[in-house]
């Protein structure tokens, strides 16, 4: 039997805070006015991150509950339990021990869990992953023909996408040149038939990257990819069209990621070919697995190394740092707060680094797989509301898209701001550098955000009465401002980490399992089972509830 998970409401921090907030009136002019220390007390270094946490809507009251609270609902003792190997993913009776993939390779005392060495074997995986990286790297793996790669495309979807790609993407000034790396995710054909198309055969490389091989959208796509090498192999003259042939194509253009090496095999791919995992490293959280053999071979092993050291200076400020002054656990509980005592229902990031587009999307799959939950991890309801909606644009893109709302709606929209103070690309234009200008809009709006304009102020410009409400802005809207030197490999790490820290706090709150995703099956299933009334079957179809089965035959109508 799991241990029951505390119900954070019967905690008196709970009350407090309940309390607390009913007499709360927060006022962000004033708390500043008033206390000339506030932005220096509440600003954290998280290793190379700056994290400002005093645009949010709390005072040192509110922080101290905070703090009880994790106390009360032992989220410390949690997090340490996650590091030695306890099961923690209690629904699949599963260690989570993604921490211990950036453990440095001298870690001591050896992490040794349900019988596995499992430092050794981190290290001999991702030793196998640097070996093959260098070797494509360097030209000394080819393709069939003979040729270097130049181009590595990536098929897997969720977790064995979403960090590659934004990783990637984050990283791209460190990308080795005459390398390229695609990832194909969608079982929409579209994606692989548009990410392949200027593609030469001879060149390429495919990475099947599946925790589990078993992943519809990956197998499928992964086929469709070894026949698009055949076809275009053979078509060109490169290989004759015999099963030996195909054989050595898929051996020098397929290599494959997961934890399931048996189902590799049966797709065709050498295990020599393939790198494993563990089933205690969760898809979202995988990015530092092997799962990464993409971005090893892009950004190389040293870089990937910093990624890793990254990680782990801030697992390392996560397990040592009291509650009080840990940037994870304070931005968790921060979220808490606005989740379960001032109502926010989404929470926006809004990276000012054009790099970092991709970071919302996969923050999505991290935050909203991980604790979007209805049952604890006994078992039983949850007693508040959990998992709020991530999202967000890079910035400054989204201020002329959706900030009218973050501004001046009804609704309270806590937001992460995150920037970096060197840009890959330093411009100036006319003698101004861009990326000042660029940032002075990271600096503004949460400069707006916070302190908003009042009438009187909207009125002083000489703004028409009738117009002065539409143009006042509240204010007390909040912000954490996180600044990073540069976007380096060890801070992307640093900034994955902290937002995995974050999500654990939460979840340890909540009483839920963070580490499951048992939301995600249902459809799955459906999607299996409704497969053959879409090819027509009309047994199949007769099976369907009434909308489904006139949307599959209006569907049928329609396809040409
Ligand atoms: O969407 C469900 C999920 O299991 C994710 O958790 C996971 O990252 C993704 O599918 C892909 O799974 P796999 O790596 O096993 O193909």
Redesign the pocket.
Known sequence: MPTPPIDPTTTSAWQDLSEHESTLRPDLRAWFADDPERAQRMTLQLADLTVDLSKNLVTDETLALLARLADEVRLTDRFTAMLAGEHINVTEDRAVLHTALRRPADAEPPLVVDGQQVDDDVQAVLGEVFAFAEKVRSGEWTGVTGEAVRTVVNI???????GPVMVYEALEPYVADGLEVRFVSNIDPTDLAQKTADLDPTTTLFIV???????L??LTNARLARQWLWDRLIGEGRIEDTDEDRRRAVANHFVAV??ALDKVADFGIDPANAFGFWDWV???Y?VDSA?GTSLAIAIGPDAFGELLEGFHAVDEHTRTTPVAQNVPFLMGLLNVWYVNFLGAHTHAVLPYAQQLHRFPAYLQ?LTM?SNGKSVRWDGTPVTTQTGEVFWGEPGTNGQHAFYQLIHQGTRLIPADFIAVANPAYPLSDGGTDVHGLFLANFFAQTKALAFGKTADEVRAEGTPEEIVAARVFSGNRPTTSILAPALTPSVVGQLIALYEHITFAQGVVWGIDSFD?WG??LG?KLATDIAPAVQGDAAALDAQDASTRALIARYLELRR
């Open positions: 897997g979807i969720g977790g064995s996408d979403l990257a599946s925790k589990t091989f078993t992943t959208e990956t997961s934890t969760g898809g979202r995988s799962i799959q797989e995703q995600v099956e799955k």
